[in-house]
């Protein structure tokens, strides 16, 4: 069917998606803009004021506000759900800005009473973003084995903020037993395993079938990475937080999960599909996906080596060099996903090909700068490592040098997603005026908005 979709079905306002993306760049541009302006206050010890403000202007800025946008728009693409437009998804999204710069600011000048004050605006944004995305996936046709994990985020970052807040006023009252440092370690872990990585295995058991192309992976192996993934998480915070000595026994169901993860993408790798026509070579966006999961395995290593072998000074750089390995290999993996959905996304939302088009849409690839998505991956993938070198063995010069470069990456890649968007609403904009035909069928419908045919079987007939 390729008759015209109705107006309403049409991301209004630029879409939800580009509003998260473009925060997204902001925070990061803050993070390495700081990071190169004055390294020596921010590297050293993992934990004082300014390098929580950096990690959280990564985590919450760019990491967290890039999955709720891309859920938006996995929901229609993936998962078989439709997401409808509501005032309280553009609340969110001001909730988390507002809450996500607050509580860095506060960091950087380690003022405790005004980050509670912003954690509480980020959480009620967590909260807003489940109670839309939960209920649509319940309703959604994706296999269970495949919402069973984002079922399990959700609920690990409602765990995750919570204990980040408590962690945040036992610095005012006590309020939490134990080490503080524990605490933040078991914070942390919350975070990055339950609610970052489980999204990350569930949304790349649907997409990186779309990427590559190939066959999508199914069955009972998903459903045990899944549940070996949320002991090892619930286990491994607790045991952090509380007994030490039990943390490399939960360790063991972390790593069989995300050995099932790495066995699926060489599954994948081996029932690859014919690629579509028009598709880009050499594909930048996987080059970045394979660069970040190489950074995310030297991070499984290195946190394996931490918990399992005999203390010695050694650790506190092998800590440094565990979690730059892994929040860099998490934001470089959101850059590679990124580089092929902005296109799709903008192709979605350009106007269909009807009567009302002076030319037909181009396909998403044709909307791209080849120029600068080869500038933001070589970027990437050379700036990347050096940080996580530069970080690890405090080597100021290369720290400042590896932070340039990854804010000139930050920058190519907020001007790669502006031409994507431009390009596409060129096409928009290039839309004649509704013939007369058009106008009574408007005229004469008394829900202008309502589909008159099936818009998600439209986008799927319209989808490369």
């Known amino acids: 069917m390729n008759g015209p979709r109705p107006a309403g079905d049409r991301p209004r306002g630029g879409g939800l998606p580009p509003r998260y993306y473009g925060f997204a760049h902001l925070c990061l541009l803050l993070a390495f803009g700081a990071l190169a302006a004055a390294p020596r206050s921010i590297a050293g010890f993992h934990y004082h004021p300014r390098m929580v403000a950096v990690v959280h202007l990564v985590t919450l800025g760019w990491i967290s506000a890039s999955i709720l946008g891309t859920l938006y728009l996995l929901a229609p693409l993936t998962f078989g759900a439709r997401i409808g437009r509501r005032r309280g998804d553009g609340w969110a999204l001001g909730l988390l800005m507002v809450g996500a710069l607050g509580m860095a600011t506060h960091f950087w000048i ?205 650790k506190l750089s092998a800590i440094l060099a565990y979690g730059a390995c892994g929040l860099l290999g998490f934001t470089q993996l959101v850059v590679g996903v990124a580089t092929r959905l902005v296109p799709l996304y903008a192709y979605l939302a350009a106007p269909p090909d ?63 997603q502006r031409t994507v968007l431009a390009r596409a609403g060129t096409r928009r904009a290039a839309a004649g005026p509704p013939p007369e035909a058009a106008k009574k069928r408007g005229a004469d419908d008394p829900d202008p908005t309502g589909p008159r045919s099936d818009p998600q079987q439209a986008r799927d007939e319209r989808a490369p």
């Open 110 to 314: 380690d003022e405790p009473v005004g980050m509670l004050w912003s954690a509480a605006l980020v959480i009620a944004a967590f909260d807003l973003v489940a109670g839309r995305i939960v209920p649509v996936l319940r309703a959604a046709t994706a296999p269970a084995e495949i919402k069973v994990y984002f079922y399990l985020a959700f609920a690990n970052l409602a765990l995750a903020v919570s204990l980040g807040f408590l962690v945040g006023l036992d610095k005012v009252v006590d309020v939490l037993p134990g080490r503080a440092l524990a605490n933040v370690y078991a914070h942390a872990h919350l975070a990055a395993l339950g609610w970052v990585l489980m999204t990350v295995m569930g949304a790349g058991y649907r997409l990186l079938p779309m990427l590559l192309p190939a066959a999508p992976p199914r069955g009972g192996l998903l459903w045990t990475g899944a549940i070996a993934l949320e002991i090892g998480t619930l286990g491994l915070a607790a045991s952090l937080a509380a007994r030490p000595a039990l943390a490399r026994w939960f360790l063991l169901p972390v790593l069989a999960a995300l050995a099932i993860f790495f066995s699926r993408v060489v599954w994948m790798l081996r029932h690859r599909r014919p690629p579509g026509p028009g598709t880009p070579r050499p594909d930048h966006g996987i080059r970045l996906v394979f660069g970040a999961l190489a950074l995310l395995l030297a991070a499984t290593i290195l946190g394996a080596a931490i918990l399992l072998a005999p203390d010695g000074a050694w």
């Open 354 to 416: 009807d009567e009302t088009c002076s030319r037909p849409a181009p396909p998403p690839n044709a909307l791209v700068s080849r120029p600068l998505q080869a500038l933001v991956t070589w970027l990437w993938l050379a700036g990347a490592p050096l940080l996580v070198l530069a970080l690890t063995f405090d080597r100021i010069p290369w720290i400042r040098t590896g932070a340039l470069l990854l804010l000139a990456a930050v920058i190519a890649g907020y001007l790669s």
